[in-house]
């Protein structure tokens, strides 16, 4: 069942609202596809507290303390537009990042309104005017899509998905719907 916790304030008081409906994870996978998703993965917390590859810090848990799954949307970026010219690669890079926000806000309203508390984390979870040279990571898509299982992570913090071609873009949504993890 869903439960509805913000801030210390509500936590504490443990505020309950039943789901409207039993979602299932076909049910969240057809509805991040229908959104624009082409990769749906789904990772438990203990994933990131079983593995020593990711700080403390940029855990799932310590973002959204209620979290028990993190939902992972992939869209890749096809061999073809790589090919052409760096101002198309620029856009498709940027209509690609706008399409992940989206199919994840929408993901996350889709699940907050059948009782399933959730957030969308951007895909620059960097935030907006942080000087450069002081940017500070709030998350990584990438690690989440590896903890989702259906991808290896290189040296330099790539992920690797060869039936996507190397390039696959994400963009991750938490939520205290205890989901089971892919493999």
Request: net charge neutral.
């Amino acid at each position: 069942m869903g439960f509805w916790g913000w801030g210390k304030h509500n936590r504490k008081r443990g505020v309950a609202i039943l789901a409207q409906i039993e979602l299932t994870t076909a049910e969240i996978m057809e509805q991040a596809r229908n959104l624009g998703a082409e990769f749906v993965g789904f990772a438990t917390i203990d994933r990131w507290e079983k593995s020593e590859d990711v700080p403390i810090a940029l855990h799932p848990h310590r973002i959204w303390p209620q979290t028990k799954t993190v939902i992972v949307l992939g869209v890749p970026s096809w061999q073809p537009s790589g090919e052409t010219s760096p101002t198309i690669v620029r856009e498709q890079s940027s209509v690609i990042n706008n399409l992940l926000d989206e199919v994840a806000y929408r993901l996350a309203v889709f699940l907050n309104r059948n009782g399933y508390p959730a957030v969308n984390i951007p895909w620059d979870s960097e935030g907006e005017g942080i000087p450069e040279h002081k940017t500070i990571a709030v998350f990584s898509h990438v690690w989440a899509g590896h903890y989702a299982g259906q991808s290896q992570v290189s040296k330099n913090n790539i992920f690797r998905a060869a039936k996507y071609n190397p390039q696959l873009n994400f963009v991750s949504v938490l939520t205290a719907f205890e989901l089971k993890g892919d493999v």
